[in-house]
């Protein structure tokens, strides 16, 4: 069955410090890859996603960039933290079919002070 | 930008009642996804209903979706105070359904 790996679970990070989030997914190939911000009591933002290794999208021009070095692997990084980068990040993958549900990672919570 | 949008934006109901949650949204989609989240954790995906379906149903879920209107429901039945949670609506654009664009949740709260 497939699973996904996301941490670290909850990160306390000094503002201009670098950043790095790691997400993997077991089980299947060739997934899309997405990360997602959360604001408190807020709905999701779309930050990046992938459909392939090598190839990002980014959504929303930020502080923060994207990697997959390899096909079930994920990398949320950032050279210099700001406070605005503080949230709940979520990794998520899907199928190669549109109609697939998303499964999302359990979540890091960044708290940048 | 948020695509979808819930109404109400929080609710409160005894356990055994039903919970409806509204779901409005802007553009041409593939298909809308209903997710729960509990606090602090993860989303977890409920059902999937496709631009050229109308009601769909799993276990004690309700899902309708009307195109001519962009709006969409789900309804609990004979909720449980497990149930209290947020729920998201998400939308698959068409022409572009690689990512879904998610509505700001409904939080409900289920009293015992």
């Known amino acids: 069955s497939q699973t996904i790996h996301q941490w670290p679970a909850t990160l306390v990070q000094p503002v201009g410090s670098p950043l790095s989030l790691e997400c993997t997914v077991e089980?299947?190939?060739?997934?899309?890859l997405y990360w997602y911000r959360q604001a408190a009591g807020r709905g999701l933002q779309l930050l990046f996603y992938s459909v392939g290794i090598g190839q990002i999208s980014s959504e929303v021009p930020q502080n923060l960039s994207a990697s997959r070095p390899q096909d079930r692997q994920f990398i949320l990084s950032s050279k210099k933290l700001l406070l605005s980068d503080s949230g709940f990040y979520l990794c998520?993958?899907?199928?190669?079919?549109?109609?697939?549900?998303?499964?999302f990672g359990s979540g890091t919570r960044l708290t940048v002070v | 930008s948020q695509q979808g949008e819930e109404d109400p934006q929080a609710l409160s109901i005894q356990e055994g009642e039903n919970a409806t949650m509204n779901c409005s949204y802007k553009?041409?989609?593939?298909?809308l996804q209903w997710y729960r989240q509990n606090s602090g954790r993860g989303l977890v995906h409920l059902i999937l209903i496709r631009s050229n379906e109308r009601e769909k149903h799993s276990g004690r879920l309700r899902v309708t979706l009307d195109t001519s209107k962009k709006s969409s429901s789900l309804l609990i039945t004979a909720s449980r105070a497990a149930d209290t949670a947020s729920y998201f609506c998400a939308t698959a654009p068409t022409g572009s359904a690689r990512q879904l664009t998610f509505g700001s949740g409904t939080q409900l709260t289920v009293l015992p």
């Open positions: 998520a993958w899907r199928g190669s079919w549109v109609g697939d549900g998303y499964t």
């Open positions: 089980g299947t190939s060739n997934p899309n």
């Open positions: 553009t041409s989609i593939n298909n």
